[in-house]
């Protein structure tokens, strides 16, 4: 069994799904199942549905039928228009409609989950119908019925003993070759539907491959493969063809976006390796991800998080910050499930960046302002290499303002100004 991972750029449109037809033609004898994102930005676009409806502003209807209008305009490439699939697609869109007109629930993360996975559901099916339509047999599979998980709507942990009964009983009585899914989703055990974060199809993908004992997952992306900075950020990047597992988890990790950082565990707990091809260059090796016996030597590895804040704290009571404060701090952290990116400790203030998640930040503040003054730095990038050497930290230093630092002998951290 073949697990095959397409984003959301590879079936953006008509000629996309094409690409991936003819991508799976060449693994016509081998059984396989794949996972698929949203077409394109449809998740981004569905945030914003979400947002409205939440504020009962009624233009959530026109945002959800833009959306329904773009599937339906890919349904009109591919099957000519009045087809009977864009019926199959649109009963998706009308379980959404009708899940807005009724529902009386209030929870955020839970009516985002309910709105957001259309997305994916869609896509799967218009690309299993495509398939179809061009006589290449499939089975789609609700991925909601394969992958279980707790309530925390909108970040859901995976129940993995049951996740692996289901998967392994639903593709048991699957004889076609061909088998079409969603990432990103799953459910709950009353069947309401959840998510598992953002990007986290590729997550998806390892879950499956976990569960049915694949042979290989590939993850099929608008890039030649895994390179030692994104190629978007820095045009000298260069492709790193092998990759061990434990060097993957760590770029993951600090940042690398090209991958989902629960993608790796799982994976190297049963040893599957991971391709990371390009859909554009199908042909084209990409990098393996693996346990490889021999030590590896890399190349200085960038990667570069965006848009943080750092958060320093002092005690109002003017006492040096000790191991109480630390317990405050990182109690509420915790409870928040905001992650501290890198952090510093000094004696009479303790600093942390973390991502720029205004709400999470406000409750944060809110929580632990009673002891400690607050201030909070914005327009900061977290530059993160490994294997650095004199060069390039010369290089990467010339003409940054640098907030801070830190090092291990393999990695250092750069906290910079914008
Ligand atoms: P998907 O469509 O599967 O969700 P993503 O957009 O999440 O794909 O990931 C691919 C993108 O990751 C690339 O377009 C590239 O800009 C970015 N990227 C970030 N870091 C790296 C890296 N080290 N190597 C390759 N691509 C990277
Ligand atoms: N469609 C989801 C997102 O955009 C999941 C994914 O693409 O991995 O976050
Ligand atoms: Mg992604």
Redesign the pocket.
Known sequence: MLVF??????VKDADSIKNVASILSKYEDQKKLVVV?AMGKTTNALEDVVNLYIAKDQKYQDYLHEIREYHQYVCDELFGANHGVQHKVFALFDAIENFCASNISDNYTFIYDQIISVGELASSKLISEYLKHIGKDNQWLDAREMIRTDHAYTDAKILWEETEKLCLARMSNVSQMTSITQGFIGSTSERFTTTLGR?G??FSAAIFSFCLNAEKMV???????????????FSD?VLIKQIAFKEAIE?TYYG?????PKTIRPLQNKNIPLE?RSFIASDKGGTLIHSFDEEMSYPP?I?VKEDQVLLRFSAKDFSFIAENHMEEIFGAFADLRLRMNIMQNGAISFSAAVDNKKEKIQEIVKLLEKDFSITQTESLNLLTIRHYNDNILQRELANREVWLTQKTRETIQLLCKV
Not at 219 to 233: F, R, S, T, Y
Not at 256 to 260: D, E, N, S
Request: charged share 25%; aromatic share 6%; hydrophobic share 45%.
């Open positions: 991972k397409f984003g959301g750029a590879s994102s990007e199809s590729d993850i099929w992306k608008d890039v030649e493969g895994v390179m030692n900075a994104d190629p978007k950020q990047a770029m690398a976006k090209v991958i989902h990371v590895i990667v």
